[in-house]
């Protein structure tokens, strides 16, 4: 006996999962622009699939536990709303119902403990680098360690650079030209803090202030799109008053915090800051959008020219629509050759957390996308996401290959530096 979904006991959430699941007509388009169908060739693993087993849970014809392993599977990289011809808000289906799953779910003891460890760890920067040094240490235990440990332990950097403490505020060099707010990122603070660095440099050059306010958390994607939205809801809370001051645009270099960030509407919906959480939403804007917009100041030529492959992250590419701007941002610096990467609107298998929770099918997909880098011959990999950057590294070093890989702002950096003094 079939139901409707009672979008009332669901609450606000409720209706968000029935509206995206109506508008899907099941076309198929989505198919081949999936990771997970691409590799695993089911059904039930396309993002066609999954509306319908959520449906059917929603609905009662269909015990959560059965559809469970389909939904967890799921990258979230979005590929497949490129796709979609109906404009069919897979993003917010699959995020809201994950909220309403995880509080039904029964996970194993250390499942729920390694779960647990990645969300007290990464959204914190002082917890993180502490935790990724004990991992180093344990690298020799690694055979002895269960499955769940080794992978995190693989994409460790051989060793982690110096913190950087970043200024309160960095001062636009000549005419102010704009005034804007940086959100630092959590990882990338820890795994790669020349990201935020060549950010500040980049910016002040362009005649922007920079702010970097002290009291700002991590923007709560980890916790929203795991299904620990209260969790989330306390991070953005913080944010919404750490980022409520007087400023042109609220600044991200993070594809997934930036796309966390323009979330906040989903995550607020039916509480009491959602217009508050719109107007901050309204505000944001990745690094690359920001600097086209704005106009790049003359940037000088590179020492000599460069070969550059540009990786298209997910929460740019699919979440945000952000393609143009990164790749005009590369070919204003004179000297670089931009290729294409094929199959490059395929995820990496990063995904935030994916590559830590279902490494087999993420190292299928990191391998894929390093091969497919290598094929453009390029000299160096640019990309705009630290998720991105840890997980191409790892699978090119994997593949015998030190190709290096950068962020877009950082390339910029590297021109800049030429510029006479």
Do not use: W
């Amino acid at each position: 006996m079939q139901h409707k979904i009672d979008t009332q006991s669901l609450g606000p959430q409720g209706e968000v999962m029935a509206q995206a699941i109506e508008a899907c007509v099941h076309c198929g388009f989505c198919l081949p622009a999936c990771p997970t169908y691409t590799v695993l060739g089911e059904e039930m693993d396309s993002p066609r699939g999954r509306i319908f087993l959520m449906k059917e849970v929603l609905e009662g014809n269909l015990r959560l536990e059965e559809a469970q392993p389909y939904i967890d599977k799921c990258l979230g990289c979005l590929g497949c709303v490129t796709a979609c011809p109906s404009g069919v808000p897979y993003g917010e289906l699959i995020t809201t119902y994950r909220a309403y799953s995880e509080a039904k779910r029964h996970r194993p003891p250390l499942e729920k403990l390694f779960r647990l460890g990645l969300q007290a760890t990464l959204p914190y920067p002082q917890r993180f680098r502490a935790a990724a040094a004990l991992g180093r240490l344990a690298r020799p235990l690694k055979p002895l360690l269960p499955s769940a440990l080794r992978a995190p332990l693989e994409l460790l950097p051989e060793q982690l650079p110096l913190p950087e403490p970043l200024p309160e505020v960095v001062p636009a060099e000549g005419e102010r030209r704009a005034r804007v707010a940086f959100l630092a990122g959590c990882a990338q603070q820890v795994l790669q803090p020349g990201f935020n660095r060549a950010t500040l440099r980049v910016l002040a050059l362009n005649g922007v202030e920079v702010v970097v306010p002290r009291d700002q958390a991590c923007c709560g994607a980890l916790a929203l799109h795991t299904g620990e939205r209260a969790r989330a809801l306390k991070l953005a809370r913080t944010n919404l008053k750490a980022f409520a001051g007087d400023y042109d645009a609220i600044i991200t270099n993070a594809a997934g915090c930036g796309s966390g960030l323009k979330e906040y509407p989903l995550l607020f919906h039916g509480e009491p800051e959602e217009e508050e959480a719109r107007a901050l939403a309204a505000k944001v804007k990745d690094i690359a959008v920001f600097l086209v917009e704005l106009g790049l100041r003359e940037v000088p030529p590179l020492p000599k020219p460069l070969k550059v492959a540009y990786h298209d992250a997910c929460h740019l590419a699919h979440a945000q629509g952000v393609r143009a701007e990164p790749r005009q941002l590369l070919r204003s610096i004179p000297g670089v050759e931009l290729v294409e990467i094929p199959e490059g609107e395929l995820c990496c298998g990063s995904a935030g957390t994916y590559n830590l929770e279902q490494p087999q099918i993420a190292a299928t997909l990191g391998e894929r996308k390093a091969r497919n880098i290598l094929a453009t011959g390029a000299e160096v990999v640019v990309t705009g996401n630290i998720g991105c950057f840890t997980q191409i590294q790892s699978h090119l070093k994997r593949l015998g290959h030190e190709l290096p890989v950068l962020h877009t702002v950082e390339l910029l950096e590297r021109a800049y530096q030429n510029a006479p003094r």
